[in-house]
């Protein structure tokens, strides 16, 4: 893994273990469930076995087993579609008669000859492997545990840019807008002294902000996407304006998204660079902002109200620019931060 963590600032000696190790665990679980790897079947030919490589897999086998504890009589399921997997095998467990639920909380001093498993998978699969899979489900429950009392609440709002766009000013201007303690990002770095690893840095109580790896193009993320994805996040992707948006920014956002299964909002920075006269075509700013909204929202194949155009650091040698700009419409720095709080807001009541 590249880096292999995100790193957490808070201005904390050390730094935050609570939030850093439930991080680490709650995005560390494939990790961790690897670990059934195969279950051992003995049969009138012999012995043989079966791999199962997968988290997904896994979970998949825990639920069974849990469904044959708790619906043993009828064999139907209670509507626990729309949760996710592990949401599910706590809700089995917790249901599950006190043979299975003691199995499993007291795995570790139970011996595998005690085990006798119920789903056709594990029919005939060794007591070794049946106390494997018991384990597995207990590591689930113990992360979920550490995960909801840690991360429960908080948002984590990851920014990504294509380039030098102002990733590093926005977090910093949050910060201090905040009176956050710790260290700063370093702003006007140059194009190839990124940041290496995440960095996570505290803006509001309940609000991180994620200052993702540098780089200019999308396989500088790629390693990172895992670590995020299994937090409660959404993303920032800033991009240069440059007037219509470009290919190149189309295929990044695709990209992106395919990637990473969570919500974005996709930001144009440094509109004051480019003269109005030189794309708004006979329109008013404002007109022509709402027509390139439109266009670009229909490109990118999202909601009109996750574009925004804006000037995080405006030019101070063009100060009537970004004047006329912003009464138009355009975002300044303070504008932009109060809409990234409107997303935190929609996602807390989303999350209750």
């Known amino acids: 893994m590249h880096g292999g963590r995100l790193a957490a600032r808070s201005g904390v000696a050390g730094g935050p273990p609570p939030i850093r190790g439930s991080i680490l665990i709650g995005i560390g679980l494939a990790g961790l469930l690897g670990g059934v790897a195969y279950a051992v079947y003995k049969t009138v030919k012999g012995t043989y076995h079966k791999l199962i490589s997968s988290t997904d897999a896994v979970l998949d086998l825990a639920i069974k087993e ?29 249901q599950a008669p006190p ?3 003691t199995w499993v909380d007291k795995v570790h001093s139970t011996h595998p000859r005690a085990i006798q498993l119920k789903s056709n998978e594990f029919q005939e699969a060794t007591r070794e492997s049946m106390f494997r899979l018991l384990k597995r489900i207990k590591i689930v429950m113990e992360s979920r545990s550490i995960y909801q009392d840690t991360v429960a609440g908080k948002c984590f709002v990851g920014i990504l840019e294509a380039e030098d766009i102002g990733k590093s000013t926005f977090i910093r201007r949050a910060l201090v807008r ?15 002294d990124h940041t290496k690893i995440p960095q996570l840095y505290q803006a509001e109580n309940n609000l991180w902000l994620v200052d993702f790896p540098g780089g200019n193009s999308i396989e500088d993320y790629g390693d990172y996407w895992q670590y995020f994805s299994a937090l409660p996040s959404f993303v920032v992707l800033l991009l240069p304006f440059e007037g219509d948006l470009k290919q190149d920014q189309e295929d990044m ?37 709402k027509a ?10 999202c909601h009109e109200d996750k574009i925004h155009y804006l000037c995080l650091d405006p030019d101070p040698e063009l100060p009537g620019r970004f004047k006329e700009l912003k009464e138009q419409g355009v975002l300044s720095f303070e504008d932009f931060y109060g809409k990234v709080l409107d997303n935190v807001k929609k996602w807390q009541l989303q999350s209750l």
């Open 66 to 94: 849990g469904l044959q504890w708790v619906y043993s009589a009828t064999n139907k399921e209670n509507s626990t579609e729309a949760v996710s997997k592990e949401e599910k095998l706590e809700w089995l467990v917790g």
């Open 99 to 101: 043979e299975f639920t």
């Open 178 to 192: 905040n009176k956050s303690p710790g260290p700063l990002p370093e702003v006007g770095m140059g194009m190839n």
């Open 253 to 289: 956002y695709k990209k992106m998204v395919a990637a990473l299964n969570t919500d974005f909002i996709v930001a144009f920075n440094k509109v004051d660079t480019i003269r109005p006269d030189a794309y708004k075509k006979g329109l008013t700013i404002r007109e022509y902002f």
């Open 292 to 301: 390139q909204r439109r266009k670009t929202s229909n490109a990118l194949g």
